[in-house]
Antibody, heavy 127, light 107 residues
Framework: QVQLQESGPGLVKPSETLSLTCGVS?????????WGWIRQPPGKGLEWIGS???????YYNPSLTSRVTISADTSKNQFSLKLNSVTAADTAAYYC????????????????????WGQGTMVTVSS | EIVMTQSPATLSVSPGERATLSCRAS??????LAWYQQKPGQAPRLLIY???TRATGVPARFSGSGSGTEFTLTISSLQSEDFAVYYC?????????FGGGTKVEIK
């Protein structure tokens, strides 16, 4: 059974860097699929942050691309999110998720639906 | 960016009744459209993908339909555990986008 679990600080100061890790069990992240991050401000809807293909290619939300980095540590079977220069607007529940693949060609695959999600972790930006 | 618009924002339904939720995409989605259910304090749960395919373990009372830019999630007979917020999500184009959600509440 594939499971994802977010971890990281629950409180980050303004202007600092938010760092979260998603540990994956039951599946090797280097074997395939996309691995993504989605966030949800309190009482609001879902916002896609970015996704990383198992080969290392990354895709980011244009609204966040200047501040976000997604990377993987295959030795620990986990992937990470870094969001720098945070403000109160970055306060949200952060979810990691697995994305299926589709339309595979020699150049790679497109991302399909997010099928498995972590339970989420709340991050508050405050001094 | 493909904008996903869900309606209504809130739907009041009595248990046992039918609920119909709508989602409109600003551009054609090739049916790369999913529906998620989210209950308070929980992560979203995948219900429907490919516009009409139920995910593993999802009851048959949930059905998805539509194509192009207009999509519908139907819950044929609402059970107590179905009262939640539902989001549509397009994964056809980067950036991936979600609708604003429809809250299904008890009438």
């Amino acid at each position: 059974q594939v499971q994802l679990q977010e971890s990281g600080p629950g409180l980050v100061k303004p202007s600092e860097t938010l760092s979260l890790t998603c540990g994956v069990s039951g599946f090797s992240i280097s074997s395939g699929y996309y691995w993504g991050w989605i966030r949800q401000p309190p009482g609001k809807g879902l916002e896609w942050i970015g996704s990383m293909y198992h080969s290392g290619s990354t895709y980011y939300n244009p609204s966040l691309t200047s501040r976000v980095t997604i990377s993987a540590d295959t030795s620990k079977n986990q992937f990470s999110l870094k969001l720098n220069s945070v403000t109160a607007a970055d306060t949200a529940a952060y979810y990691c998720a697995r994305g299926r693949v589709r339309d595979c060609t020699g150049g790679g695959c497109s991302q399909d639906v997010f099928d498995i999600w972590g339970q989420g972790t709340m991050v508050t930006v405050s001094s | 960016e493909i904008v996903m618009t869900q309606s209504p924002a809130t739907l009041s339904v009595s248990p046992g009744e039918r609920a119909t939720l709508s989602c409109r995409a600003s551009q054609s989605d090739r049916n790369n459209l999913a529906w998620y259910q989210q209950k308070p304090g929980q992560a979203p749960r995948l219900l429907i993908y490919g516009a009409s395919t139920r995910a593993t373990g999802v009851p048959a009372r949930f059905s998805g339909s539509g194509s192009g830019t207009e999509f519908t999630l139907t819950i044929s007979s609402l059970q107590s555990e179905d009262f939640a917020v539902y989001y549509c999500h397009q994964y056809n184009h980067w950036p991936l986008t979600f609708g604003g959600g429809t809250k299904v509440e008890i009438k």
